[in-house]
């Protein structure tokens, strides 16, 4: 080989080795900020929502998977309410706390929004009803001694830790059957007053504050949704309708793989400021209403279109309280923004136990809590119906009609019937109908197959047989 060609094979490699580091460092600087921003917008909500000491949340925060986060700083300015988390002082995130909205990141120096002036009082550690073991919609009957025992012991089981490399971290329970509570535990530092997060049992309210304004003539199931980013003549988006979406077949493209740093779930909830608007400028891939994704940038798409809907930010802000919150008792529920003001349906929702059995309660008994409707009727019913593009009896509008794959263990299935509210770390809102049963499980389940809903759900109802 001359020396010429032999420049010019260094002077490839060298290129190839620079565009392989720069890579490198473009993808290594990525990781860091969306790890960065989960610190600080954890901690933020620990400590300021779930009213937990900081040593508490950061011990919930780096485990597992998530260890490394332990090398990325953070400092809590109790006066501010806000938290900022930084790698090596390079990269650096803040969250910010406001009473009723929770925490939400700072993107593009934009300050999330305040509640209005007058519903500034409301506290997310609102406390639920007295007592540990009561009722929720009126009086009946408690357990005999055999099913509070047996009830006793499955709750026992929920609890343990069968494999200490992929611990299960079960942090509440709370089982209703007919009306009443039956069976509450709670793991160490959690209290029953503790708002906890549901992840995407956040879509659930979603589909009530949906089906509210459609009950209001506010919203059409079958109607095109007014996004702008889908408006320009000739978008084959500007088909979606709001069915498609709550259905999760709207076609748009999205990579909901909660496991990858920088897949399009992980960018959208801690990479930018305007998370509707990042899931709306997605690619379509299939014909509106002919495929079925997961999608929960589908979610931050129709919390937008509420925005859209409803008079003002002033009406918006305050509707998720008005319209459901306080109708059902839920005092203690925050459903959190992103920076641009917009709710992270998706995701990011607080509360109790019990105010989460509150909501599966709603849906068990059809929309109707203490005699006044607040959902249409019908709409129950619609939410539990199949999607005609998911697999078969697996999904229905912002609902699991079976427990997804990676929380149902090898035994026979549940029976039909049953739907159920499921998020990210093992969170559920399980309702059995025909057995007038509401079970909430929810933990920091960073292993899927360590916690088997269905075999517990199997469990709680043979123990009330």
């Known amino acids: 080989m001359g020396r010429r060609a032999r420049r010019l094979a260094v002077g490839v490699v060298g290129f190839v080795l620079l565009t392989i580091l720069t890579a490198a460092i473009v993808y290594a600087g990525r990781v860091a900020g969306i ?56 990269i650096r995130r803040e969250a910010v706390y406001r009473d009723g909205l929770g925490c939400s990141l700072v993107y593009d120096g934009k300050m999330p929004p305040r509640l209005p002036e007058e519903n500034e009082g409301i506290r997310s550690n609102a406390a639920g009803w007295p007592g540990r073991e009561g009722d929720l919609v009126g009086s ?75 009950g209001e003539g506010r919203l059409l199931l079958d109607r095109p949704v007014p996004v702008p980013e889908w408006q320009t003549p000739g978008d084959p988006r500007g088909r979606i309708t709001l069915d498609h979406l709550l259905r999760m077949s709207s076609g748009l493209r999205f990579d909901e793989d909660m496991t990858s740093p920088l897949a399009d779930v992980t960018s959208m909830l801690l990479g930018v400021g305007d998370m509707a608007a990042f899931a709306a400028n997605a690619e379509l891939e299939a014909e509106p209403g002919t495929a079925w994704r997961y999608s929960s940038g589908t979610s931050n798409i129709i919390v937008r279109v509420l925005r859209r809907v409803l008079r003002d930010d002033r009406e918006y802000l305050t509707f998720p309280r008005r319209a459901l919150f306080d109708r059902i008792g839920m005092s203690s529920a925050v459903l959190e923004t992103d920076a641009a003001g917009t709710f992270v349906g998706s995701s990011f929702m607080y509360a109790t136990a019990r105010d989460w059995a509150r909501l599966g309660m709603l849906y068990l008994q059809d929309g109707v809590w203490a005699g006044e409707r607040i959902l249409p009727e019908g709409w129950v019913r619609y939410s539990r119906s199949a999607a005609p593009a998911a697999p078969p009896r697996l999904y229905g509008a912002h609902f699991w009609l079976d427990v997804p794959d990676e ?59």
């Open 140 to 214: 009946r009957p408690a357990l005999d001694d055999t099913r509070r025992e047996r009830l006793g012991a499955v709750l026992d089981r929920a609890f343990t830790e069968p494999d200490l490399r992929r611990p299960r971290r079960t942090r509440a329970v709370v089982i209703v059957h007919r009306g009443r509570v039956v069976a509450e535990r709670y793991a160490p530092g959690i209290e029953p007053e503790t708002p906890l997060m549901g992840w995407s049992m956040a879509k659930t309210v979603v589909n009530a504050l949906t089906g509210v304004l459609v």
């Open 35 to 90: 790890a960065v921003a989960y610190k600080a917008k954890m901690l933020c909500s620990g400590v300021f929502v779930m009213r937990l000491d900081s040593w508490h949340v950061l011990a919930d925060i780096e485990i597992d998977d998530l260890s490394l986060l332990r090398h990325v700083s953070a400092s809590i300015d109790p006066a501010a309410r806000s938290v900022s988390a930084s790698v090596l002082g390079i």
């Open 407 to 465: 929380y149902r263990g090898p035994g026979p299935g549940l029976p039909d019937g049953i739907f159920h509210a499921a998020g990210h770390e093992g969170q559920f809102v399980t309702i059995v109908p025909a057995r007038e049963t509401v079970i909430v499980r929810l933990g920091r389940t960073r292993y899927p197959a360590a916690w088997d809903h269905a075999a517990f759900v199997r469990e709680v109802l043979a123990a009330l047989d």
